[in-house]
T-cell receptor, first 112, second 112 residues
Framework: SAVISQKPSRDICQRGTSLTIQCQVDSQVTMMFWYRQQPGQSLTLIATANQGSEATYESGFVIDKFPISRPNLTFSTLTVSNMSPEDSSIYLC?????????FGAGTRLSVL | GQQLNQSPQSMFIQEGEDVSMNCTSSSIFNTWLWYKQDPGEGPVLLIALYKAGELTSNGRLTAQFGITRKDSFLNISASIPSDVGIYFCAGQLSFGNEKLTFGTGTRLTIIP
């Protein structure tokens, strides 16, 4: 299994600002994923982050809005840029370990 | 993005009752997974299914991988209060190192 820590656990932000979410895992993993869960909804994949290469974004998500860093095999960040109230969601980091995907507790973001 | 159709959307049951929920897709998946999400937490894996027709149990939980590879179901027997939460199915095109496509979720509530 993998233990995932996400920071911050929650934040309230002003429109137009940016927030960077950190994801730390307790073991080296090849693939890390970032998901968004809008209020009362299911999870939607934003992007896949591999160490040493650019993140791969899903349809509807762009790098300018959600830049991702993956500096090593245990850490990744997701930035939500130029936020609007529509960005209010839970953002979840996930890692693949022994072919199973494990999730962090998420970052609850509210944009005013 | 694509989502799997999960039913029912919500269930209200009494403690001790059995629960059944299912998940269907228009596309074939080669791995089916069932996760549970408690309030304020990320999804936790309950059962993973890797082969069409496979029936797998984990305690009071039983899940099956549909023979067409386009559906799966989850049964919970003799429900207890800690079963409350949101259950998500997820499909994966290949085993390991692949993004997950999530179902719409089933919210389980136990009536005292």
């Amino acid at each position: 299994s993998a233990v995932i820590s996400q920071k911050p656990s929650r934040d309230i932000c002003q429109r137009g600002t940016s927030l960077t979410i950190q994801c730390q895992v307790d073991s080296q993993v090849t693939m890390m994923f970032w998901y968004r869960q809008q209020p009362g909804q299911s999870l939607t994949l934003i992007a896949t982050a591999n160490q040493g290469s650019e993140a791969t974004y899903e349809s509807g998500f762009v790098i300018d809005k959600f830049p991702i860093s993956r500096p090593n095999l245990t850490f990744s960040t997701l930035t939500v840029s130029n936020m609007s109230p529509e960005d209010s969601s839970i953002y979840l980091c996930s890692v693949e370990s022994t072919s199973i995907q494990y999730f962090g507790a998420g970052t609850r973001l509210s944009v005013l | 993005g694509q989502q799997l159709n999960q039913s029912p959307q919500s269930m209200f049951i009494q403690e001790g009752e059995d629960v059944s929920m299912n998940c269907t897709s228009s596309s074939i998946f080669n791995t089916w997974l069932w996760y549970k999400q408690d309030p304020g937490e990320g999804p936790v894996l309950l059962i993973a299914l890797y082969k069409a027709g496979e029936l797998t149990s984990n305690g009071r939980l039983t899940a099956q991988f549909g023979i067409t590879r386009k559906d799966s179901f989850l049964n919970i027997s003799a429900s207890i209060p800690s079963d409350v939460g949101i259950y998500f199915c997820a499909g994966q095109l290949s085993f390991g190192n692949e993004k997950l496509t999530f179902g719409t979720g089933t919210r389980l509530t136990i009536i005292p």
